[in-house]
């Protein structure tokens, strides 16, 4: 199913090819892999860690076994090619992740592929989550970010606000009934 479509008008620095955001396939929950890398703020391009990163249990546990219950992802596609993705899961206080707040409370991830940033597309991924965890009745969303990531500008248009500081690392929350 179809969720939104957009274009962007000839004559600017935009693509003008129709690009597509939908709810996640079950077969393509590995390409969430592939956005956690990308989620990851590197302050130093030159001092980036290897993909595999991903794969350590403090990062893995955002995408391992996708699909249970709480997880919610829709990606941005340009044609057949996947260029970004949202996704939110609830993690448990056992299990704590960077963004946590309390069990209620799921954790917002995001990352668009670096030549269709900067264009949009972030926001209105994130309205999309956002419109799917309000409609499901959840009350707040969380998410972890560098205070040095660009990212942290779209996140206070949002409306997401600071309730704690760890060093760079901020944790964010918005309440859902703002959207």
Do not use: C
Request: charged share 35%.
């Amino acid at each position: 199913m179809v969720d939104h479509r957009f274009g962007y008008e000839a004559g600017r620095d935009f693509r003008v090819e129709m690009m597509e955001i939908r709810e996640i396939n079950p077969a393509e929950h590995e390409f969430l892999r592939d956005m956690l890398y990308e989620a990851i703020y590197f302050a130093d391009e030159d001092q980036k860690l290897p993909k595999s990163i991903v794969f350590e249990p403090h990062l893995s546990k955002y995408v391992d076994n996708f699909g249970r219950k709480g997880d919610y992802a829709f990606v941005l596609a340009d044609k057949n090619e996947l260029t970004g993705a949202v996704w939110s899961r609830l993690f448990a206080e056992s299990e704590k992740s960077y963004g946590f707040v309390d069990e209620k409370t799921p954790e917002l991830s995001i990352a668009v592929k670096e030549n269709y940033r900067n264009k949009g597309f972030g926001r209105i991924l994130i309205a999309k989550l956002l419109e799917t965890l309000k409609t499901d009745g959840f009350e707040k969303v969380s998410l972890s970010v560098d205070g040095r990531n660009r990212a942290v500008n779209l996140y206070r248009k949002m409306d997401f606000e600071i309730i704690s500081k760890h060093g760079t690392a901020l944790t964010m929350v918005k309440k859902i009934n703002k959207i």
